[in-house]
């Protein structure tokens, strides 16, 4: 088949399917994961380690290139730049400081001569997964130079004792199934992986009995890609847009925008289903054994469904959604900011990073104020609700958690989606006309939070705590 019918056959099955023929290539190259990991486990599993690095290599690279042409070759110059690093300054923090520099610079860069004012499907989706890994192993061969009693219990795991060579970087970093939309997994996951101690009990270099929990995964990442589908026949990002939207009924636009909410996270979840069910294929995911003796597969998983679908507070969502990259922030960014001595702080400083990670759209930075400031408000309701023993006791009655469950899950279901506007719309003129849309709920909610309403809850129950004194 020439080059120009196959992407003949992409553009008409991309128009059928309504997506783009970027979106497609970048689909097609999740489910290549899964012959792929067929392949490995019957030909190269257990096999010599080099040979496994360049299987992983080349296949990643080459549907790297199908995705993005000659432009995948950044990904590969920036990896030989920290190897050389490594290689120069050894573990020594010099290093973890040029790694970080250097990719994040990087990345903004190919940000600014790449961006358009839509979702960009290029050379830096990629990249910026690749930002993190390569951050990751500068920190993790640092922490694999300094006494142990120092690190903290999840740098002990990925901690690494000797420096990575160059093509076991190459097979880690373009892992077919990890490098173009995640899941995220630190060196030391791979190169225990590749040296077969996830293999079959009893045996040292036969692949896993794992391949029903992958396809139940890849099951589920089908369903969602349905459901993502079926969402899209009702609201989509331009229908917010619309004076048709703007002039509905109040309840119908709060539900309108959960279900838009539900619409956008679900094309990232599909996304991470199917691509967490084909490591699980390859073995890569094995994650010790339950207390019944079975082995589990959750070791790269991005999405904790069953708290996902039944969140009753923001908090549940972190704990929930993109496992892997906020795991990654914590134990790389928060966690290493403790020496500042305010929580806060350190929050704020990870979010901006994740701003920063994204890009230059003032929507990313938006949306993650709204993150910071929802956090914020729900913790501080939580301490005034904890501090007053009429209030803690009224919301832990039976008789008013049935309707709280229920207020709480509307809440968070309508909510995430207004704190997702301006992540998925990225312009100002576009988010804002959204927000006005949806009548400004989010910030006449949880911005006007610390400006009026807590400090006025706060007066009055002091004051009604100074009378019963």
Same mark, same amino acid.
């Given at each position: 088949?020439?080059?120009?019918?196959?992407?003949?056959?992409?553009?008409?099955?991309?128009?059928?399917?309504?997506?783009?023929?970027?979106?497609?290539?970048?689909?097609?190259?999740?489910?290549?994961?899964?012959?792929?990991?067929?392949? !490995?486990?019957?030909?190269?599993?257990?096999?010599?380690?080099?040979? $496994?690095?360049?299987?992983?290599?080349?296949?990643?690279?080459?549907?790297?290139?199908?995705?993005?042409?000659?432009?995948?070759?950044?990904? =590969?110059?920036?990896?030989?730049?920290?190897?050389?690093?490594?290689?120069?300054?050894?573990?020594?923090?010099?290093?973890?400081?040029?790694?970080?520099?250097?990719?994040?610079?990087?990345?903004?860069?190919?940000?600014?001569?790449?961006?358009?004012?839509?979702?960009?499907?290029? @050379?830096?989706?990629?990249?910026?997964?690749?930002?993190?890994?390569?951050?990751?192993?500068?920190?993790?061969?640092?922490?694999? !130079? $300094?006494?142990?009693?120092?690190?903290?219990?999840?740098?002990?795991?990925?901690?690494?004792?000797?420096?990575?060579?160059?093509?076991?970087?190459?097979?880690?970093?373009?892992?077919?199934?990890? +490098?173009?939309?995640?899941? $995220?997994?630190?060196?030391?996951?791979?190169?225990?992986?590749? &040296?077969?101690?996830?293999?079959?009990?009893?045996?040292?270099?036969?692949?896993?009995?794992?391949?029903?929990?992958?396809?139940?995964?890849?099951?589920?990442?089908?369903?969602?890609?349905?459901?993502?589908?079926?969402?899209?026949?009702?609201?989509?990002?331009?229908?917010?847009?619309?004076?048709?939207?703007? *002039? &509905?009924?109040?309840?119908?636009?709060?539900?309108?925008?959960?279900?838009?909410?539900?619409?956008?996270?679900?094309?990232?979840?599909?996304?991470?289903?199917?691509?967490?069910?084909?490591?699980?294929?390859?073995?890569?995911?094995?994650?010790?054994?339950?207390?019944?003796?079975?082995?589990?597969?959750?070791?790269?998983?991005?999405?904790?469904?069953?708290?996902?679908?039944?969140?009753?507070?923001?908090?549940?969502?972190?704990? *929930?959604?993109?496992?892997?990259?906020?795991? @990654?922030?914590?134990?790389?960014?928060?966690?290493?900011?403790? +020496?500042?001595?305010?929580?806060?702080?350190? $929050?704020?400083?990870?979010?901006?990073?994740?701003?920063?990670?994204?890009?230059? !759209?003032?929507?990313?930075?938006?949306?993650?104020?709204?993150?910071?400031?929802?956090?914020?408000?729900?913790?501080?309701?939580?301490?005034?609700?904890? &501090?007053?023993?009429?209030?803690?006791?009224?919301?832990?009655?039976?008789?008013?958690?049935?309707?709280?469950?229920?207020?709480?899950?509307?809440?968070?279901? =309508?909510?995430?989606?207004?704190?997702?506007?301006?992540?998925?719309?990225?312009?100002?003129?576009?988010?804002?006309?959204?927000?006005?849309?949806?009548?400004?709920?989010?910030?006449?909610?949880?911005?006007?939070?610390?400006?009026?309403?807590?400090?006025?809850?706060?007066?009055?129950?002091?004051?009604?705590?100074?009378?019963?004194?």
């Amino acid at each position: 088949m020439s080059v120009e019918n196959s992407s003949g056959i992409l553009v008409t099955l991309s128009d059928l399917i309504g997506v783009t023929e970027a979106a497609l290539k970048l689909l097609l190259t999740v489910l290549a994961g899964y012959p792929l990991a067929f392949v !490995h486990r019957k030909y190269l599993y257990g096999k010599d380690e080099n040979l $496994q690095h360049l299987f992983f290599t080349f296949s990643g690279l080459l549907l790297g290139y199908w995705n993005y042409g000659v432009d995948i070759f950044h990904c =590969v110059f920036t990896i030989f730049f920290t190897y050389c690093t490594l290689l120069i300054l050894k573990g020594a923090a010099v290093s973890v400081a040029v790694t970080f520099i250097f990719n994040l610079s990087y990345l903004l860069i190919g940000y600014y001569y790449n961006s358009t004012d839509d979702y960009d499907i290029n @050379w830096t989706m990629p990249y910026c997964i690749l930002v993190l890994r390569l951050i990751g192993i500068a920190y993790d061969f640092y922490d694999g !130079h $300094q006494p142990l009693e120092k690190l903290s219990a999840d740098s002990k795991k990925v901690a690494l004792d000797r420096r990575p060579g160059f093509l076991e970087m190459l097979g880690h970093c373009f892992f077919p199934s990890g +490098f173009l939309v995640g899941p $995220q997994f630190p060196l030391k996951r791979y190169r225990d992986f590749v &040296s077969g101690k996830f293999s079959r009990k009893g045996t040292s270099d036969q692949p896993p009995d794992c391949v029903h929990a992958a396809i139940m995964r890849f099951a589920l990442g089908v369903f969602y890609i349905v459901v993502f589908q079926i969402l899209k026949l009702f609201v989509t990002d331009e229908y917010l847009l619309t004076d048709e939207f703007g *002039s &509905s009924n109040f309840l119908r636009r709060m539900l309108l925008l959960g279900m838009w909410g539900r619409h956008t996270l679900y094309k990232y979840i599909s996304c991470w289903l199917l691509s967490e069910g084909a490591c699980i294929l390859f073995g890569l995911a094995y994650n010790g054994d339950d207390e019944n003796g079975s082995p589990k597969w959750d070791g790269v998983e991005n999405i904790k469904l069953t708290i996902f679908e039944n969140t009753t507070e923001f908090n549940h969502y972190i704990k *929930s959604f993109n496992l892997n990259t906020n795991q @990654w922030v914590a134990q790389y960014v928060y966690k290493r900011l403790k +020496f500042l001595g305010n929580r806060y702080v350190s $929050q704020f400083a990870a979010l901006l990073f994740l701003a920063v990670w994204h890009g230059y !759209h003032t929507g990313y930075y938006v949306c993650f104020f709204f993150e910071f400031i929802v956090m914020y408000m729900e913790r501080d309701i939580k301490s005034i609700v904890k &501090s007053n023993e009429k209030l803690s006791n009224f919301f832990s009655s039976s008789t008013v958690q049935l309707p709280l469950q229920i207020l709480l899950r509307v809440y968070t279901f =309508v909510f995430m989606g207004w704190c997702l506007l301006p992540f998925a719309l990225l312009n100002f003129e576009r988010y804002w006309k959204a927000f006005g849309n949806a009548s400004y709920v989010g910030i006449m909610l949880f911005v006007m939070w610390p400006l009026l309403y807590a400090p006025i809850l706060k007066y009055f129950l002091k004051k009604k705590r100074g009378k019963a004194e």
